[in-house]
């Protein structure tokens, strides 16, 4: 199946299934993209209109943000956050989440022997 024919008139109002020939990827990827304010886009009762101009420069944006980003060795990921200081940006949810070191928990033997310690001969409370 061939994809649909592009048209770059720029003043052209397109759907989500549209955007998402245009964006290649799916209409609801362009959908969530747009909720988040990602790409530019509104909603209209039910159904989100973009304009075709505003996704192509929204795109050649984000190219050269992104091609400026590798020249300089960082990836996109990488990304300071903008308050100065110096954190990188959080990350959303994708990928592998941070490897957290949990506690070191004594074992029932070191417990008992505690107790022991504690108490050596008062018989136990119920």
């Known amino acids: 199946m061939d994809a649909p024919h592009i048209d770059l008139n ?3 109002t ?4 549209t955007a998402a020939v245009l964006l290649h990827c ?10 988040r304010g990602i790409i530019p886009g509104t909603k209209f009762g039910k159904s989100w209109v973009f304009l075709r101009s505003q996704l192509c420069d929204c795109i050649r944006d984000k190219a050269h943000e992104e091609a400026e980003l590798r020249r300089g060795g960082m ?5 300071e956050v903008e308050d100065g200081s110096g954190a990188p940006a959080p990350r959303r949810g994708r990928g592998r989440p941070r490897r957290v070191d949990l506690p070191v928990l004594p074992t029932l033997d070191e417990i008992r022997r505690a107790q022991a310690a504690r108490q050596p001969d008062e018989p136990p409370k119920h």
């Open 10 to 12: 720029d003043d052209e």
């Open 14 to 17: 397109i759907d989500s299934e």
């Open 26 to 35: 799916d209409s609801q990827t362009v959908e969530s993209l747009a909720r």
């Open 75 to 79: 990836r996109p990921s990488e990304r």
